[in-house]
């Protein structure tokens, strides 16, 4: 059994302890986070796809990019599209960041990683994932990738966080629920016309690095650093 499914099992654990558990775990994270120096992206995606496929050389491509533009590239840190952004960041000279977790059926780490941090809890690792990024690019996955752009949306639609882009890659993969989106959330007004326009799809890896590129701006101690190097 996992830790998380221990802590939402009642009576499995006294309330201190798992909260001291979930401080210890936020504190390693973010320490983790504090190494990373320069502007980083998340980019999120199967870890079923293996190389050769469409999926992990297109990853690897836009994780490429986005190294030699200098920066870092955030991913879970196991296979599949992970280990293809991470290895494509590599040889691009930029930072690879991988930030795993404990499964029941373990996902290992990749080897294509600067950085590296195994968590035991979803939502310390998510902290993790949004607090150094300024964009998100989501390649086709299942639930944990969706549940990983559905996050960051409601982040943004609620103000929780600034407002950064959100990139789907492979317009073909992601039409039917960008169709299903207007036609049933929006017609019914469950979300409105702004709410869509948070969302930008491509098929090409330099309008996907391009549209993170360009909607960053530097905070004034980012800026004050970069004047002092």
Request: hydrophobic share 40%.
């Amino acid at each position: 059994m996992t830790d998380d499914r221990k802590i939402l099992d009642e009576g499995t654990s006294p309330i201190e302890q798992s909260v001291a558990k979930m401080a210890d775990e936020f504190r390693a994270g973010l320490m983790k986070v504090a190494l990373i120096d320069r502007p980083a992206v998340a980019l999120f995606g199967s870890a079923r796809v293996t190389e050769g496929s469409k999926p992990y050389e297109e990853a690897r491509v836009v994780g490429r990019k986005f190294g030699e533009a200098g920066w870092a590239v955030i991913t879970g840190g196991g296979p599949g599209v992970m280990e293809a952004s991470n290895r494509g960041c590599k040889e691009g000279g930029g930072l690879s960041v991988g930030f795993n977790i404990v499964l029941p059926h373990e996902q290992g780490g990749n080897p294509y990683l600067d950085i590296s941090h195994t968590f035991e809890h979803f939502y310390a690792r998510k902290v993790c994932f949004v607090r150094p990024s300024q964009g998100f690019v989501i390649f086709p996955g299942g639930f944990g990738t969706l549940d990983e752009l559905y996050e960051a949306l409601v982040l943004i639609q609620t103000g929780k966080i600034r407002h950064f882009p959100v990139v789907l890659f492979d317009s073909d993969y992601w039409t039917g629920m960008l169709d299903w989106i207007r036609g049933e959330m929006m017609t019914d007004g469950m979300i409105s016309p702004a709410d869509l326009e948070l969302l930008h799809v491509t098929d090409d890896p330099d309008d996907a690095v391009q549209r993170v590129l360009e909607s960053y701006v530097p905070t004034a101690a980012e800026g004050a650093a970069a004047r002092n190097a």
